[in-house]
């Protein structure tokens, strides 16, 4: 555990106070955010090309599949208040969605830790870059912590605009936007971009509630977890990735998007599989339509996300 002065610990108001401001100015006017970290931090908030994980290093069984939230636990980190209910309750959630997805573990582990060190939305990071990677890798993995730090810098405005271009697999080099940094270079590999937009989706599941219909937010959340399926499909064509990601793409494509659908629309009408995948499919259309009419950055963020309706 790290040292008295680097433990985890809620943030300043000064320090949220200074991350809101950066986070305006990215917005505004596309001003990276790093200056509103430490110099320390500033630095490990780049990419690393060579940090990059693929398919073969998903599966870590020797680790405890909680130890992130163990940690945050411990420094009484999830005390935090979220979207709905305790930033704790938000974490386990966005595990449990991941699980239903089938995602891989090193993932759901990811999923149970990925806002320890904030977010482009959530200003409040209770991990330091600079100070507690090495720790999370020990207890989460090396591929998991990847994904939460990967998480933590990549802009979800710039992400999210890239799904709203084309229903297909994501392009690494235009996809991801290192809102610190304003790095978009091929440092991501296809299953980290893949895995993102997984953990993205079952963030965005996490904090809706089930209605009568398909909400802007469900439906984006299906695109995101469709644009990851084409982008787990395509990594396969590399000669080193793990075949079984076909399986996986199929699952998503076939059985999980019914499944998110199924579990936010309230209705006991019985439906064909086919009625229910046309319906999904005119929801994700019309959720893309919608989305990509609204040029405000921040609006369409939060129609995505479910902040507005």
Not at 68 to 84: G, S
Not at 217 to 245: P, Q, W
Not at 275 to 296: G, N, P, V, Y
Request: include cysteine; proline fraction near 2%.
């Amino acid at each position: 555990m790290a040292s008295s002065e680097r433990a985890l610990a809620t943030p300043s108001w000064r320090a949220v106070s200074r991350a809101v401001a950066a986070r305006a100015m990215w917005y505004a006017l596309d001003a990276p955010c790093a200056w509103s970290l430490g110099a320390e931090d500033a630095r490990a908030a780049r990419w690393d090309e060579d940090e990059a994980t693929t398919s073969r290093m998903v599966d870590e069984d020797d680790l405890d599949d909680d130890g992130a939230l163990l940690r945050l636990r411990e420094a009484r980190a999830t005390k935090l208040t979220h979207v709905r209910g305790s930033f704790d309750a938000h974490l386990v959630d966005v595990r449990d969605w991941l699980a239903r997805f089938g995602a891989p573990r090193s993932v759901a582990r990811a999923g149970l830790g990925h806002a320890a060190y904030g977010s482009e939305l959530f200003p409040c990071a209770v991990a330091s870059f600079g100070a507690h990677r090495s720790m999370f890798r020990a207890v989460c993995g090396r591929a998991s912590e990847r994904l939460m730090f990967l998480y933590a810098t990549c802009s979800q405005r710039k992400f999210y605009r890239w799904a709203l271009t084309r229903a297909g697999a994501f392009d690494r080099e235009t996809a991801a936007v290192n809102f610190y940094t304003g790095e978009t270079t091929r440092a991501l590999s296809g299953f980290e971009i893949a895995s993102l937009a997984l953990i993205h989706a079952a963030d965005i599941l996490s904090v809706q509630t089930p209605g009568r219909a398909v909400n802007t937010a469900t439906a984006f959340a299906m695109c995101l977890v469709a644009s990851a399926a084409a982008t787990f499909r395509e990594e396969t064509r590399d000669g080193d990735a793990d075949a079984s990601l076909v399986d996986f793409a199929d699952a998503l494509e076939n059985d999980v998007l019914d499944d998110i659908l199924k579990a936010m629309v309230a209705t006991s009408e019985r439906k064909s599989k086919s009625a229910w995948r046309e319906l999904r499919e005119e929801a994700m259309a019309r959720a893309r339509h919608r989305l990509r009419r609204t040029r405000i950055d921040a609006v369409m963020v939060m129609r995505a996300t479910g902040v507005l309706n």
